[in-house]
């Protein structure tokens, strides 16, 4: 973890152009944010005498590794849509431009096939003029892809081109990417920047304590709970069951319920439940209130469901359908026992996901397209931008996907969920 | 067609009572409003002595058949959601309340079933307070049911509770069943007025230019053609496929098309499609321009589908999933011709309509509630509140259900539609 | 009156060319809706042997009185703000390019001044490509501006730069200047159509039922209300006091206390209110109810005011400020009895004009816009396009602007006001 | 600032009942966050042998102080709207019946007026039924008012009606407010809680990284600087000048100014400005570009303006009219040297504080009460509920009035924003 801070010490002596900025001021390169905040924690460290794990601070830098005349850079764009995709594009444009004068930004087409010369696509050129608008549409304008490429042919491509910087937008696979491309122009010795911004809906990136999206998509989320909860209300033992996103951590759905406390059941893939639990719980509230909410992330309860034994392009497992499975379950079982039921089942994902960022996320998705570009003129490679304490972090790649951000089950988060549902350890 | 304008002849006589509204006016008896707004079609019926289409003028009447002292009024509610119901309870039970002074309002649970004893539900006493916020809710605050009860029985209970009124919100099996209610009530010599408020989001009740609820159904789906739209645009050969609402008239896929104008393909009820012409269509469409977006009604195409030979509780024939089915023909055809294809199937229904009634919606509903109590205090019954040339009006139940609205697929709108999408004959 | 139907015949016999458009079916040039929809207005017509009043239809023509491939059409917009500028100017764009194969259209910058050589703007060229998200901004992206220009020089322009059709979104001096253009060019036997799109946020435009961005203002207007009541209930003896447009009629005031029922006076200018009468009505209230809601049109009581003697650039005469005039006779009057009181003033209109479309109107301007497209093609010329009984019209300019639209305080509108705000006749 | 870590201790001692929430965790009262999350200031601390400044973690504790089947709670809501006021209040009264099942919670209406007798105000019996859907309404349910009343007299109705705790939502004037009445109560040796929940909207308490209803005010403060923008573009050398709330602290402005990127200058109290700077820099835009948008907070700039010598009821200094002050300054200048120039101006103030709080707030109230509660049932007292790297927490009112939290104009919040807008050193 020490990594964290010291990453890129290699290339701060090789910054030798002054940065074009005037008067917003220039980050240190001693700034850091530490990882915790319990002293208890930080004295363990220094007794055994450890430096305390921190991150560096992201940030406009004074010397500049690129000279801002001859710089190029490229954009891609990788993975499943998540609102705000065209705000960082947007960001990384203008401020290539205001503030370094690069106007030489190219976006990549459809992922990391846009780097890969047989499929034949072109390099868009993004001038301001272009992007002016487009964080007002949801999706991205680079159209994206899932899976790789062959790295030699991707930094081939770059070479090629004479890029100096790669901003890669996307999840963990896609970050994994950057670092092998990363490692690839390293070995050739070529001047490149790989600067990743993660991107993932779930909210499930380690070392940042959120993800741009995020609120965009919890806020879209909690149309389909209140749908569900009018729904609910709107028959006799009526059921809303909505499934969320959520792979492998269940953000999306504990954080909706706590925006829309009519949630009763909230199932997320880190808190086990049983299938007679569910049932049990749920009879017991339908004859007591006779109306009954269930969000369930997509990934919850996945041992539940025979294994589909496939990937995606991403190489993703793919998992089984929790939510088509929990109605075909629950509406058998009140068959079962005679007892009335009307469920309507929700699945917004694409609805969700395709959503343009609310002002939260595009207020912080232009930071975030800041301070990579700061990243990179300042010859950070290898990382991605963080958030960490309220303060945007460079975190390297190989740090940040190590592990997957997951909620806590004894933590914070879940049992304020679990004081909103009050759905008890019933269902366990 | 003569009878809309003097169905409700009879009682006018016995109009004893003068109406303690104040300063607001008073609509004349006499008013209507002409069915046809064509000079030729009304000179034609003058020409044969006969009287032109008209409806009667729906308003506050001077003399009243109820003793404003004396009313107690029910309500129910029945079917699916709808944007607006809550609004439509509240605007009865103020209206009531401010213009006659009537406070004995009653809301029968879960639709017909409420009147029906041996549910055992209790009718909710709704009062100014009670009602004051629920129309920020979607929904209904009543609960719903679809299916009739045995006509006797409903009377009785209405004529156990002394009710003089009962308000039926609900679509045109709804309205059927108030008509038999109205008839059983006349038959016992009952002092009863059935007003029905049609609801349908399908917007498919004839003699009404609009319905409650379709404005906001309409604003909502655009969110689902929209994400369909970006998440087109976010992949190679992206479709995006939107299934609507639209049992037998495609008028929510209309004029959504009309306001999303990124639809490439609007399949409706009233227009035939081939599946040939369709993907033909498409793959044209994919090879030109990358992506498509593609919007289908519920009922759209069932001829292609195997029949289900099932009926729902109203008595609806059980569609077979048009959106489904179309998913899986388009992504074996194209997988078929070994041609990449991102389709993303969205099917927003229940996040539609359940939603609150948006601004326009709110203020229809406020009208159609007021002129809904004015026409049952006036004694008027076994009608529905209507809406033609910007007017209410009163139409005979009998009238409105005889048929369906339908999108005349030679007329204006679906010209429009079509000059939208451009989708051509191609698809025929 | 009767010209409304017939001022196009001259050059019905001069259209000569085929209409590109296919499979959308063509609108006979005899179709048309009558102005009244009360049969006993049109026997008495009839009877005295006259046509009585009704509108062109609006819609595609099979023969065309321009040639598509050699039109050239400009766009201005003049007056101030509305929600659907753009998308008018967007759907004339397409229409021209998808229906008839016309490229050549140019946007006349800041209004009419764009005609005017003497201010140097130069047209600017609308491609399908520049207009395709500008619907999704307020504003107008081609600026505007109040006031005339002189005729002949802006006649000149269109000359000089063969323009064969001007499209003028504005409100009623916009299309008097528009019918002086018209004129001058028939006068120089130029072969020019002028036609009119209707702008008045204000709703008050004769012969149309409404106009384009009302429905958003509407909307946008309550969440003003909105706050009004919040504040009102948020202190002891608290007022919300609301300016929304409309100078001269009240619809917007109306139509939000349609929506947002919490709303205890309405004041507009087409009813006279007293300062004695209104004071003393929300002196009652708030001992009453302790808070209050006040909607007043910018017009209304302009009568109590000082005249300004002041005009704008567009000829309008200058109102006093009837908020802030409210807003210091209120909080006098209160100090003066020695109650407390606690106003809140909200004057949103800039907020409101500046909005983009609502779902609603993105329909209806894609429709206007249509129509205007078919229209000047088929030769039609001073006119405007109109809405009556659901359906598109044509109506002569000379007509359009003769005499504003009102509310009727003797009809269903006021009446419906009255009946939802309660504020009686103490006022008056 | 120890005791933000310890203030508690005196009654740890006393807690005796156990907590009867269950399953989902409790917080070791010696759960702390520090205030840096700088290893080189933690350091010095260390070094120099004194503890680094930290927070008490807030959350649920095992042992409570009262015995909830005795506790009375009250809550007040003091000072201006604000956004999730009501969501506090429903948290609140919410968290105490499921999770204490207290019922006893009042509502004294109109803030510390509710607390004197001689208003004649009554509490209001807050159930789970009458909150509800509270939270989908702005302002407060229980009204509000500005100053103090007598301590003494205040604690005397505590006392009188049993209350164990008492719930302050307002600003640092109430804070201070609630401190004085818990210092009252330790005098009588009465057995009371007072939590404070800091409600200010310009998010200037210290040592909370953001307040309740700042995310929702900036949301909606967007409309106003996105309509500032449509209307600066639609006129010839258009302004936009929008005045948000900010009396000594900037950060509505700040962050509005980097959700919505087209503003071109942005005028906060902790950064100076010159009239002449701003003239002469806008000049320079409007000559390059022809319109202009600004954002000035209301404190901003007070040195330009006569000293209005005058305090609001809260004892706030009233400030000058920088908004109404900048207009006129612009329009003399612009007329002076006889440039055309259209500026609207547009204060949203009461529009954005009244309104209710989006989902990101919604879920941050209802933690906020959560904490709240459980901070009042283990005894802590003259406390705010604060929120610091994430995470909430106790922190005593005597320190979070102590000074207010300020942009540092030499940090990065500032710096981002300088980017954003690129508005230079000219306006200094």
Known sequence: MEQARDFLIDRLGECTYPSPMQGTGFIDDRAHILLHSDLDTIRTYLDAGEEPPRFEAAGPRERL?????????????????????????????????????????????YGFEGLEPRYGHRPVHLTPELVEHIHEMGGTILGSSRGHQEVGRMVDTLARLGMSVLFCIGGDGTQRGALAIDAEAKRRGLKLSVIGIPKTIDNDISFMQTTFGFETAVSEARLATSAAHAEALGARNGVGLVKLMGRESGFIAASTVLVDNQVNFCLIPEARFTLEGLLTALERRLAERNHAVIVVAEGAGQELLPATNECDASGNVKLGDIGVFLRGRICAHFKEIGMELNLKYIDPSYMIRSRQANPHDSAFCLLMGHNAVHAAMSGRTGMIV????HEFTHVPI???????KRIDTGGRVWSSVLAATGQGTEIV
Chains 1, 2, 3, 4 share one sequence.
């Open 65 to 109: 590794y690129f000279n801002p005349a001859r710089v190029a850079c490229g954009i891609v764009t990788c993975g499943g849509l998540c609102p705000g995709i065209n705000n960082v594009i947007r960001s990384i444009v203008l401020s290539l431009h205001h503030h370094y004068g690069v106007d030489e930004v190219y976006g990549f087409p």
């Open 386 to 389: 963080g958030y960490w304490n």
């Open 398 to 404: 190989a740090l940040a996907v190590r592990e997957r």
